[in-house]
């Protein structure tokens, strides 16, 4: 096991920084609390495709549909660009504030964007690339809060593609990996040496 390293505070963060690194430590703290999270969940698929066949996807059970809601509702306050939770955000603020974690920092945005933009396989539909993003956006706004008849469209001919099984597996395959970040994430603030980083 790697030695664990304390990174230091070395400029001071402005009032909306700190804000922002409060925010972040309330939000992975509500996070954590979701059932799914505390008591864990497994979630696997198989992917075959044969020549002149149409692809089979066998999907494990999935998370049951009000704690994987409840948790995709607390993580979209990690993503969502207006808010001051925002994973990447934060990341920003620490590399700007703690030069001695940028290495850390750097290794998380990676991981980050691998899981949430780069998903677990290379995919497209229509022709364009279909990331982990763009699955979350879509089973948000047309699925649990459909606002968009549009993306109902969209995520409606892209689970007739792919089966929505298969679909709410990309899903909730990238929100997992990203929850794991935002926790370590959670976890290297609680140790920067600073009383102001805590709640």
């Not at 948790?71 to 934060?90: G, K, Q, W």
């Not at 750097?106 to 899981?115: F, K």
């Not at 706004?141 to 298969?166: C, G, I, M, T, V």
Request: charged share 25%; glycine share 2%; proline share 5%.
């Amino acid at each position: 096991m790697a030695e664990e390293q304390i990174a230091r505070i070395e400029s001071e963060p402005s009032d909306d920084e700190w804000r922002a690194i409060r925010t972040f430590r309330l939000r992975a703290r509500e996070l954590s609390e979701n059932s799914l999270l505390s008591q864990g969940y497994e979630i696997k698929a198989n992917f075959a495709w044969k020549a002149g066949e149409a692809p089979k996807y066998t999907v494990n059970p999935l998370p049951a549909e009000e704690p994987f809601r409840s948790l995709l509702l607390t993580f979209r306050h990690f993503v969502a660009n207006d808010e001051p939770s925002n994973f990447l955000r934060v990341l920003n603020i620490v590399a700007k504030h703690a030069p001695a974690a940028r290495s850390f920092v750097e290794r998380l945005r990676t991981q980050w964007n691998q899981a949430l933009f780069g998903g677990v396989m290379d995919l497209s539909f229509n022709g364009e690339a279909l990331t982990a993003s763009q699955i979350f956006d879509l089973w948000l706004n047309a699925h649990y809060f459909p606002n968009d008849e549009a993306k109902e469209r969209q995520l409606e001919r892209l689970s007739k593609a792919l089966s929505p099984e298969f679909v709410k597996f990309l899903l909730a395959n990238s929100v997992t990996e990203c929850c794991k970040r935002v926790l370590e994430l959670t976890y290297a603030l609680s140790k920067l040496s600073n009383p102001k980083a805590a709640i």
